[in-house]
């Protein structure tokens, strides 16, 4: 479906499929990936980003944020974040219960 189709024709929609863009500039930069065609609400991105991320940089990246925006109404903190937060607490937990004694 073309985007005209989706009636994203408002301002936001624009900055929607600008972002939809980005993303897919990004994917194509990858070995392997440059014919790669996002289309949102297909969850295959998943399985790309699990591949080519990188979640240390994202940590980095998010706590950074989140000291920037260190004071401020959820809603004022744009762009932020809090999900890292949670991430790192499972992976100490699977960490935790993973531990095999020597």
């Known amino acids: 479906m073309r985007r ?3 009636g994203l024709k408002t ?3 624009w900055l929607i499929w600008k972002i939809y863009d980005l993303i897919q500039e990004e994917v194509r ?3 392997g990936y440059t014919e790669f065609i996002y289309e949102h609400g297909n969850v ?3 399985d790309v980003v699990q591949v080519i991320g990188d ?3 994202a940590m980095k990246r998010a706590d950074f944020l989140l000291e920037i925006h260190s004071g ?3 809603i004022e ?3 932020s974040t ?3 937060l949670l991430v790192r607490e499972i992976r100490e937990w699977i960490t935790y219960y993973n531990y095999i004694p020597e």
């Open 44 to 46: 295959s991105i998943l």
């Open 29 to 31: 930069k990858r070995e």
């Open 82 to 84: 809090r999900v890292h």
């Open 4 to 6: 005209e189709d989706k």
């Open 55 to 57: 979640e240390d940089a």
């Open 11 to 13: 301002h936001s929609g």
């Open 77 to 79: 903190a744009n762009p």
């Open 72 to 74: 401020k109404s959820y």
